[in-house]
């Protein structure tokens, strides 16, 4: 059974940085894509970033130049740095595995 715990989240100020982490367990990580999602209240869930098996990546065109998606498959993590945040980026944000699982999130405020 897969798990995945994200961990990172909190409040920051318009304009400062965040690196959010999504550690996995389970085999054969570095065969699935990963991605980041964020639901903000009363909206839908998003993609934000995705990193394929091999390392393609894909944004979102409101985070593109400001987010940066990776992973480290030795350590069965996905990471997603974000700079230059901005207010409309609070959201809970959550990592997925492949099509199926899901973490439980974590909350980022962007706020002053």
């Known amino acids: 059974q897969v798990q995945l715990v994200e961990s990172g989240g909190g409040l920051v100020q318009p304009g400062g940085s965040l690196r959010l982490s999504c550690a996995a367990s389970?085999?054969?990580?570095?065969?699935?894509?990963m991605g980041w999602y964020r639901q903000a209240p009363g909206k839908q869930r998003e993609m934000v970033a995705t990193?394929?098996?091999?390392?393609?990546?894909n944004y979102a065109d409101s985070v593109k130049g400001r987010f940066t998606i990776s992973r480290d498959n030795a350590k069965k993590t996905v990471y997603l740095q974000m700079n230059s945040l901005k207010c409309e980026d609070t959201a809970v944000y959550y990592c997925k595995q492949g099509q199926s699982f899901w973490g439980q999130g974590t909350q980022v405020t962007v706020s002053s």
């Open positions: 990193i394929s098996a091999g390392g393609s990546t």
């Open positions: 389970g085999s054969f990580f570095m065969a699935y894509a």
